[in-house]
């Protein structure tokens, strides 16, 4: 079974900023397939369903995100589960997403902590947010609240990064990495 985790940081302030990509990815496979999220304990989301026939659970992290893997530890993971965690990603151009089976922390922090309680073997979906502007602090720019205009860059790129996840789910990742990896195609109204 695939345990899809989306990173982020708990409480409205941050519900709408870069660095919670993963959580607005995770809610949107949640709702597209009504999977519902209920509180587990104070550090953890989780919801069991399934897409397309395959059953998954869906974890949000509650603790803050350099603390991602002690919460995760609360998960009871089977030895046959697959991890999948979706987070953002500084590294890649806005609306670009990377799907690998594996790999390091890139100097993420919540994937960091990840890796230090389960090791680095588990897949990724990462979404491009780019780099800040001159003069912007990193930590001020995944942290900020996203404009209406980027909010609507955010959400065509939470849109393709859950159907990269269902993707992985269903057909497995290098078909997704196939499909998913690069620029997003430009469509013409």
């Not at 919670?20 to 999220?37: C, D, K, P, Q, Y």
């Not at 697959?82 to 790999?103: E, F, K, S, W």
């Not at 800040?132 to 990064?161: K, M, N, Q």
């Amino acid at each position: 079974m695939w345990v899809i985790v989306g990173l982020g940081n708990p409480g409205a302030e941050y519900a709408q900023t870069r660095h919670n990509i993963g959580f607005m990815v995770v809610e949107t496979v949640a709702r597209r397939w009504s999977i519902g999220l209920r509180e587990i304990g104070r550090v953890l989301r989780l919801g069991s369903g399934h897409i397309d026939g395959h059953p998954v659970r869906l974890a949000e992290p509650y603790a803050f995100m350099n603390r991602s893997g002690e919460a995760l530890a609360q998960l009871d993971l089977a030895a046959d589960d697959a991890l999948m965690v979706i987070y953002d990603d500084l590294d890649l151009p806005p609306g670009q997403l990377r799907v690998r089976p594996h790999g390091s922390s890139a100097g993420h922090r919540g994937v960091s902590s990840i890796v230090e309680r389960f090791g680095p073997g588990f897949a990724r979906v990462r979404v491009g947010i780019g780099r800040p502007p001159d003069g912007w602090d990193v930590v001020e720019y995944v942290l900020a609240p996203l404009s209406p205009a980027e909010l609507s860059e955010i959400t065509a790129s939470v849109e393709r990064a859950s159907d990269a996840v269902e993707c992985v789910v269903v057909d497995g990742t290098a078909v997704a990495m196939n499909r998913f990896n690069g620029r997003p195609v430009a469509t013409t109204e």
